[in-house]
């Protein structure tokens, strides 16, 4: 039976730590889906389709990584793909003490098992709240914002704050 994941997110913009936990979880599954959440109730500074794009770019070179797009439940996206696993990305304390209840009602609502990803000591300050913080207060320097996103992504990130 092949393993299948999902790791999914806001990824309003998609970031370094994003990338990390993509990467590492790719070698632990069969099949890693990134799932782009669309939640209403948000108010993003990048489109659904935007931020898909931009996690489409930066994860192109592995290849059992795939990305989509979801309005709903990620419980109900996971069982159309048939994904038993749900990847979450752990920072912090607090980060820990949310997942923990998410994950606990995923296991209740369709027996998924959530795999917590320590992120790596480099990572541990990226958030996309900082990178949508910087491009709110004018920063569009590629040294600047490649310190938060792929820099497969920055210019396209530059020109589409500009879009929105």
């Given at each position: ?105 995923n296991r209740a609502l369709a027996g998924a098992e959530s795999v917590f ?48």
């Amino acid at each position: 039976m092949k393993k299948i994941a999902v790791f999914a997110g806001s990824f309003d913009p998609f970031t370094l730590g994003h990338l990390d936990v993509v990467q590492r979880a790719a070698c632990l599954f069969d099949t890693l889906w990134v799932l782009v959440a669309q939640n209403s109730s948000k108010r993003n500074m990048f489109s659904a389709e935007q931020r898909k794009g931009f996690v489409e770019t930066a994860v192109q070179k592995i290849p059992n990584v795939r990305v989509a797009s979801f309005e709903g439940l990620t419980v109900d996206f996971m069982r159309q793909v048939g994904a038993q696993y749900l990847v979450r990305g752990i920072r912090n304390s607090s980060d820990l003490d949310f997942e923990q209840c998410v994950a606990w009602n995923n296991r209740a609502l369709a027996g998924a098992e959530s795999v917590f990803l320590l992120s790596a000591p480099e990572h541990l300050s990226v958030s996309s709240s900082v990178v949508r913080e910087l491009l709110a207060n004018g920063v569009k320097k590629a040294a600047t914002l490649s310190k938060f996103v792929p820099k497969s992504i920055v210019h396209e990130i530059v020109r589409k704050k500009g879009d929105k």
